[in-house]
């Protein structure tokens, strides 16, 4: 199984970035995926998840109304859409899939290798 996430980089305050995540070697229609984050010296922090029919979505209280979770089940895609960044979401982003699991919350198998997110003031 292998998560590549991708989409990071460098953006002022108030821009927007797209995360990409492209997942093989899973049955990924039964998968529920999500995003998470860690910042320099603090702990990964769930950001957002994602139902297998894509019917349900979640999101931390930190991002909820400015980042957006969608996937592509023909694509076996993930997609963050990051709105109106500040400074605080600077992090490396991680895409992360449940094996045979639809709900987003709880623990989960695979992980991609994650990409950078800097924000500047």
């Known amino acids: 199984v292998q998560l590549q996430a991708s989409g990071g980089g460098l953006v002022q305050a108030g821009g927007s970035l797209r995360l990409s995540c492209a997942v093989s070697?899973?049955?990924?229609?039964?998968?529920?995926i999500a995003w998470f984050r860690q910042a320099p010296g603090k702990e990964r922090e769930f950001v957002a998840g994602i139902t297998c029919s894509s019917g349900t979505t979640f999101y931390a209280d930190s991002v909820k109304g400015r980042f957006t979770i969608s996937r592509d089940n023909t694509n076996y895609a993930v997609y963050l859409q990051m709105n109106s960044l500040n400074v605080e979401d600077t992090a490396v982003y991680y895409c992360?899939?449940?094996?045979?699991?639809?709900?987003?919350?709880?623990?989960?198998?695979?992980w991609g290798q994650g990409t950078q997110v800097t924000v500047s003031s």
């Open positions: 992360a899939a449940r094996r045979n699991s639809c709900f987003p919350r709880g623990q989960y198998d695979y």
């Open positions: 070697g899973l049955t990924f229609g039964n998968s529920a």
